[in-house]
């Protein structure tokens, strides 16, 4: 009876992590689009403060403090609370990290504790990353390299739940068979949404998102002009600040055409995926049923944000789409992985 009421606290805790994880990655998408990422150009703090300046001697001296940075104040409050939310994820993990190796003392089943652990010191790595990402003046390589350890925070919470919930598919001999053929294409898909997830980042922080205004053409051209060298030169110079990106046009227009060309990747891959799904039918069907409607959510959502020019609140629904689409896949994972016959 304690160790039931173990994994139910450890679930519950873990599935409030996940709420707040995936409000983070939001606020950071939200962050990021509205250009305020160097809404403060000091760190942990903005302008010295433990909130942001906004009376006037504030202001003023925050400005004589930091004189080439002036206040915006539209800009140091979506930083700061992006940081307190994520502050606040991170003491949420330190929680349930310390409850699951205390619990896993006294537990005859195993704790996943390790599972908790790498996610502590995961969020630790997050918070030296976003540092970097201020310090740095919106490098890239940092940026990109940030917003992936958001989602894989994001995606190691949702699979801790999962596991701490206990919950299995209990399918026939015939649909095991078919669940267990269909775990290559479940890997596949998950590892093309990871790298698309990444080259997502990699547009964003290199401002590409509007390098091609037509759809499904770019420039009027099915194959238009690109530097893919410059476009994807890891080793670029860091500084002196990327707001509003350093790249030239063919540069940008290639990370554009490859976020494109890996959403088609992964929206084939996915349907597929999902097709398969749904010919297994029973408790499988609901998943495969909502990989097609996020999945299409997804690919109206990235047109959308080409055509109407990347309307704010348009573009921050993608990355969280991006977001959702990449835990269904992993709760896929986790179902098809732990399914039993009879």
């Given at each position: 009876?304690?160790?039931?009421?173990?994994?139910?606290?450890?679930y519950?805790?873990?599935?409030?992590?996940?709420?707040?994880?995936?409000?983070?990655?939001v606020?950071?998408a939200?962050?990021?689009?509205?250009?305020?990422?160097?809404?403060?150009?000091?760190?942990?703090?903005?302008y010295?403060?433990?909130?942001?300046?906004?009376?006037?001697?504030?202001?003023?001296?925050?400005?004589?403090?930091?004189?080439?940075?002036?206040?915006?104040?539209?800009?140091?409050?979506?930083?700061?609370?992006?940081r307190?939310?994520?502050?606040?994820?991170?003491?949420?993990?330190?929680?349930?990290?310390?409850?699951?190796?205390?619990?896993?003392?006294?537990?005859?089943?195993?704790?996943?504790?390790?599972?908790a652990?790498?996610?502590?010191?995961?969020?630790?790595?997050?918070?030296?990353?976003g540092?970097?990402?201020?310090?740095?003046?919106?490098?890239?390589?940092?940026?990109?390299?940030?917003?992936?350890?958001?989602?894989?925070?994001?995606s190691?919470?949702?699979?801790?739940?999962?596991?701490?919930?206990?919950?299995r598919?209990?399918?026939?001999?015939?649909?095991?068979?078919?669940?267990?053929?269909?775990?290559?294409?479940?890997?596949?898909?998950?590892?093309?949404?990871?790298?698309?997830?990444?080259?997502?980042?990699?547009?964003?922080?290199?401002?590409?998102?509007?390098?091609c205004?037509?759809?499904?053409?770019?420039?009027?051209?099915?194959?238009?002009?690109?530097?893919?060298?410059?476009?994807?030169?890891?080793?670029?110079?860091?500084?002196?600040?990327?707001?509003?990106g350093l790249?030239?046009g063919?540069?940008?227009?290639?990370?554009?055409?490859?976020?494109?060309?890996?959403?088609?990747?992964?929206?084939?891959s996915?349907?597929?995926?999902?097709?398969?799904?749904?010919?297994?039918?029973?408790?499988?069907?609901?998943?495969?049923?909502?990989?097609?409607?996020?999945?299409?959510?997804?690919?109206?959502?990235?047109?959308?944000?080409?055509?109407?020019?990347?309307?704010?609140?348009?573009?921050?629904?993608?990355?969280?789409?991006g977001?959702?689409?990449?835990?269904?896949?992993?709760?896929?994972?986790?179902?098809?992985?732990?399914?039993?016959?009879?």
């Amino acid at each position: 009876m304690d160790q039931q009421k173990t994994f139910i606290w450890g679930y519950r805790l873990a599935l409030w992590a996940t709420a707040l994880a995936c409000v983070v990655v939001v606020l950071g998408a939200f962050t990021r689009l509205s250009d305020a990422g160097l809404g403060c150009p000091d760190w942990p703090g903005c302008y010295g403060h433990l909130t942001w300046p906004t009376t006037h001697e504030h202001v003023v001296a925050a400005e004589a403090l930091f004189p080439e940075a002036p206040v915006e104040h539209d800009k140091t409050w979506p930083e700061m609370v992006h940081r307190y939310f994520a502050g606040g994820l991170g003491l949420l993990i330190l929680a349930l990290c310390a409850l699951t190796w205390w619990r896993s003392q006294t537990c005859s089943e195993q704790l996943p504790k390790w599972h908790a652990l790498g996610l502590l010191v995961l969020v630790v790595v997050q918070a030296a990353f976003g540092m970097w990402t201020v310090t740095l003046k919106l490098w890239p390589q940092v940026v990109t390299a940030h917003l992936l350890g958001g989602f894989a925070t994001l995606s190691l919470l949702w699979l801790l739940s999962l596991r701490l919930g206990q919950k299995r598919w209990q399918l026939s001999a015939h649909s095991y068979a078919r669940c267990q053929r269909l775990r290559p294409l479940i890997v596949v898909s998950v590892l093309l949404l990871i790298v698309q997830v990444a080259l997502g980042g990699w547009t964003s922080s290199n401002y590409a998102a509007l390098a091609c205004s037509d759809f499904p053409t770019c420039h009027g051209q099915w194959w238009p002009a690109m530097d893919v060298a410059r476009g994807f030169n890891l080793a670029q110079h860091i500084g002196p600040n990327y707001l509003g990106g350093l790249l030239e046009g063919e540069a940008r227009t290639a990370i554009h055409m490859a976020h494109r060309l890996g959403a088609l990747a992964v929206t084939l891959s996915v349907l597929l995926l999902a097709l398969r799904v749904l010919q297994i039918g029973g408790q499988a069907k609901p998943i495969g049923l909502l990989l097609l409607a996020v999945l299409a959510l997804q690919v109206g959502l990235g047109i959308t944000n080409v055509l109407a020019q990347l309307p704010l609140s348009v573009a921050v629904a993608h990355n969280a789409g991006g977001a959702l689409l990449l835990l269904v896949l992993l709760t896929l994972t986790q179902r098809a992985y732990t399914a039993q016959s009879g």
